[in-house]
């Protein structure tokens, strides 16, 4: 939401408002300007407040009275400015604040002066990545935005394992590179020190407090409850015109629930865009995207993911179109092509459906309970994550190190990752991306809910029935599906590609990898791997795109 760039030259002169954010000297500050959000800036005499947030439907601004305006930078006294600043951190949607301070002849600067903090609201969308090196700092929702600013030796060997080999880059204040952190939801980072010898450090906040199972009152309707919530929350984000209104619809229980309680609220049809599978779900999935349409007046757009392969020739990613990060959507390539052609019907706003799968989660003795198993039965087995046979012995040593981790946050760990990891996507498209299943108040709802009504997703599947949806979206026959396409892509039209960056990769250089051992992995797999091990070729590709601009 703020992309900045700030230069301990210019702390304590005087900032001024442009026609995109405000600038001072050579500090800059950009807010994401958007119909579905709003900046706010003010400025005491030593000190300046810029703030971006989600409008709120129905939210008057109150706090905003006093001749403070949206998008200008209004000069208040310091007690209005402390005032402000707290009132602002109540917002009840997504926003960040910088405040930028300046040393004085009562606190002149020294090691422990705080030129700039930035806070993070507690939903995690479209979180700032932060890079300080020789008197700057600099800020960008768009991480591939500043790593022309690091070297491929920040790759940070560890986390680079650990995403070779699971496919996860964990959502924390660290990165895969060292150097670039990452601003998480509820934290704080401080900018501090001296002129020329600042540090960066971020605090993380107290664990969200998460409910534990109860028991229905008599009489209680969990499903219209849970309908209730849905929508409640919807309408704080329906704060733009309805044709500038959009929703994702896979065909799955998470994007048909948000799609069908949006359509419900909106008094035009809906626009609704999806991806056409490969593989098994092929003819399931299109039959449950065209009930979906039907039933709730949907007009829907359908991109199939067989014209756009990950990394086949005409990539966005390989024509400079968009950029390569790791931790970004690995089908990245179909997700561009349809919110080019949201945005090009005008959509802003993109409804999603991330969260809805973490909301019914068990734990597991509420899991063995439900069996019938006894409370000393043992768990079931986790699948064991293999390493890739391609790591060097000292790549394979990292796996058994610990990661920093956040602590828990209002909406489950995936769920504010698939969050934080998506939103720049959305936003290089001018769309803002809003998550009705991760609301805080409907996450403590459903885990508050007996076991037997987040079995299965039952309280999902019965708000659907209600609706009307037939047994075909609600019990689908199969599982949507992308790995069809990864493989189909690493075996056939991006095989050259990744022959290229296999032959002498900088994964190799840095030491994580065999370059010999990478290389004859790979042709063996083309030739009869197993479709679910395509990741792990994937994951060291794009690792090695991202690397190759990089100095």
């Known amino acids: 939401m703020l992309t900045f760039r700030l230069c301990d030259v210019d702390i304590g002169a005087e900032w001024r408002a442009t026609g995109d954010g405000f600038e001072c000297g050579e500090s800059h500050i950009r807010p994401f300007r958007h119909a579905a959000l709003e900046d706010v800036a003010v400025a005491d005499g030593s000190r300046i407040l810029v703030l971006v947030r989600e409008r709120s439907a129905g939210r008057s601004g109150a706090e905003l009275a006093a001749g403070v305006q949206t998008g200008r930078l209004t000069p208040v006294d310091s007690e209005r400015f402390d005032g402000l600043a707290q009132q602002l951190r109540d917002w009840p949607l997504q926003w960040q604040m910088l405040v930028i301070n300046a040393p004085s002849k009562a606190k002149p600067w020294n090691d422990d002066s705080v030129l700039a903090t930035l806070e993070a609201g507690p939903w995690g969308t479209a979180p700032v990545f932060l890079v300080s090196d020789h008197g700057k700092l600099w800020g960008d929702w768009d991480a591939a935005r500043l790593l022309h600013l690091l070297p491929r030796k920040s790759l940070d060997p560890v986390r680079a394992t650990r995403y070779l080999t699971e496919y996860a880059n964990p959502y924390a204040r660290s990165t895969l590179f060292r150097g670039l952190q990452l601003l998480t939801e509820r934290s704080r980072a401080e900018w501090a020190g001296q002129a020329g010898c600042e540090t960066l450090s971020i605090a993380y906040p107290e664990p969200w407090y998460r409910p534990r199972a109860g028991e229905l009152c008599e009489g209680a309707d969990p499903v ?79 991109v199939p993911i067989a014209s756009f392969l990950p990394l086949a020739p005409g990539s966005c990613r390989l024509d400079g179109r968009a950029p390569v990060l790791p931790w970004e959507e690995g089908y990245y390539e179909v997700f561009w092509e349809l919110l080019a052609g949201a945005s090009a019907h005008g959509t802003e706003v993109l409804l999603t459906g991330f969260g809805g799968d973490e909301l019914c989660g068990l734990r597991p003795s509420e899991l063995r309970a439900i069996r019938g198993e006894s409370a000393g039965a043992a768990a079931p087995d986790e699948d064991s994550v293999i390493a890739p046979s391609f790591l060097t012995p000292s790549a394979r040593a990292t796996l058994s190190e610990d990661l920093d981790e956040p602590p828990r946050a209002p909406c489950s760990d995936s769920a504010v990752e698939c969050a934080a990891f998506s939103a720049a996507r959305y936003m290089r498209r001018g769309i803002w991306p809003v998550h009705p299943l991760c609301t805080p108040e409907l996450v403590h709802f459903c885990a508050h809910l007996p076991p037997e009504w987040r079995y299965r997703r039952r309280i999902e599947r019965e708000l659907l029935t209600r609706r009307g949806c037939s047994d075909r979206v609600i019990h689908p026959r199969q599982r949507d599906d992308f790995s069809w396409a990864l493989a189909a892509t690493l075996r056939g039209p991006a095989r050259p590609l990744v022959e290229r960056l296999f032959a002498e990769p900088a994964l190799h250089e840095l030491g994580i990898v065999d370059a010999g051992r990478l290389r004859s992995a790979y042709d063996a797999w083309c030739d009869h791997g197993q479709r679910d091990e395509a990741v792990q070729y994937f994951a060291a590709a794009v690792t090695e795109l991202c690397l190759q601009p990089m100095r």
């Open 224 to 302: 219209e409850a849970f309908e209730t919530i849905v929508s409640s929350s919807l309408r704080r984000w329906i704060n733009v015109s309805e044709e500038h209104l959009g929703a994702e619809v896979s065909g799955g229980l998470d994007s048909a629930i948000v799609a069908s309680s949006t359509a419900a609220l909106c008094k035009r049809p809906l626009r609704s865009y999806g991806i056409a599978l490969m593989g098994d779900s092929r003819e399931d999935q299109p039959e449950r995207r065209a009930e979906l349409a039907q039933r709730f007046g949907l007009i829907d757009t359908e």
